[in-house]
């Protein structure tokens, strides 16, 4: 079968949840958890939780433990805690439940955001990675990174990411 099989058997909608990483933002100011949520359910997707932690490692590990326990979820998307500055520890806090890296994601990630931005792209920590047959994306906590990210790349091919991550 083709790429192109591949894909039109793919499942057209994913449900999935969101993690938002912020030692200040609660539900009501949550902007880019929110686009994530939005721009997802506009391309057919279903969200099924979502959770704001503190950027600490232990609230990333149990948040993302429980999302991946949970077995109506199928793609988790963490934003917040990917830079480079001291309390980003989203990555640091992830890093024991990869178990295949999708390296192309930040790759393309940061390429686009490059076009958009220039060279400060290259301070993303973007990533994504097959947990249990999860999918999960690790997305800055900037609206405009996370619509880009979502847009582009998570949103049109998540159906075959999880269809591919669980054969």
């Known amino acids: 079968m083709g790429e192109e099989g591949h894909r039109v058997n793919s499942p057209k909608s994913i ?27 506009r391309a057919g997707h279903k969200s099924i939780r979502k959770a704001i932690v503190k950027n600490g490692i232990p609230e990333i590990q149990r948040a993302l433990r429980e999302f991946i326990e949970d077995p109506r979820i199928q793609a988790v998307l963490i934003n917040g805690g990917t830079g480079v500055a001291r309390r980003d520890v989203t990555l640091e806090a992830v890093s024991h439940f990869e178990e295949k890296p999708l390296p192309g994601f ?50 049109p091919e998540l159906g075959r990411i999880v269809s591919e991550a669980n054969r």
């Not at 993690?19 to 359910?41: F, K, N, P, Y």
């Not at 490059?114 to 999860?134: C, D, I, L, P, Y």
């Open 106 to 155: 930040g790759e393309l990630f940061r390429a686009l955001g490059f076009q958009e931005m220039g060279s400060e792209a290259m301070m993303s920590r973007a990533t994504a990675f097959v947990s249990e047959g999860k999918i999960v994306f690790c997305l800055p906590d900037s609206e405009k990174a996370v619509k880009l990210a979502t847009e582009k790349l998570i949103a």
């Open 15 to 41: 449900k999935f949840a969101v993690i938002t990483v912020s030692d200040t933002q609660t539900e009501a100011d949550d902007r880019s958890g929110d686009a994530i949520t939005q721009l997802m359910q």
